[in-house]
């Protein structure tokens, strides 16, 4: 297989990957707007997935702006941040989550992909093996 073709195959695999993944995913770009997000995503945002990606990381994460930069030019640095905090959700509540976000990059443009779980889920690990299992 060519190159070009391979890549547009493994792309396309990895996509469906992420988007029946049992974790919620955002990808941002260095404004901090939505540029993609998985099922689970706008699921634990309360969301319909374009409404989601009309909002910038701001707008869902509940922490205050000058930490969510600082955060961001972390991981653009090459550093994986990981906490917790808190997102809005569409109804108005809050959930407590935690996240891990790495830099990334999309079509050659640099992006930050967040990994996002409720903090009353199960342990990521038992998430992921539940879900390889139920594929398998």
């Known amino acids: 297989m060519e190159d070009a073709t391979r890549r547009i195959v493994d792309s396309t695999l990895i996509g ?3 988007e029946s993944l049992p974790l919620a995913v955002f990808v ?18 309360g969301l319909p997935r374009t409404q989601l990606l009309m909002l910038r990381v701001p707008d869902v994460v509940a922490r205050p702006y000058e930490e969510l930069r600082q955060a961001a030019h972390a991981a653009e640095a090459g550093t994986v941040v990981s906490g917790e905090t808190e997102l809005r959700r569409a109804d108005g509540t809050l959930v407590e989550v935690d996240y891990t976000t790495i830099r990334g990059s999309v079509g050659g443009l640099p992006v930050l992909v967040s990994f996002v779980r409720p903090k009353d889920a199960a342990e990521l690990g038992d998430v992921l093996a ?4 139920q594929r398998g």
Not at 33 to 42: E, M, P, Q, S, T
Request: charged share 15%.
């Open 28 to 45: 941002s770009d260095a404004s901090l707007n939505h540029i993609a997000v998985n099922a689970a995503a706008a699921e634990l945002v």
């Open 16 to 18: 469906e990957a992420v």
């Open 130 to 133: 539940d879900a390889l299992t």
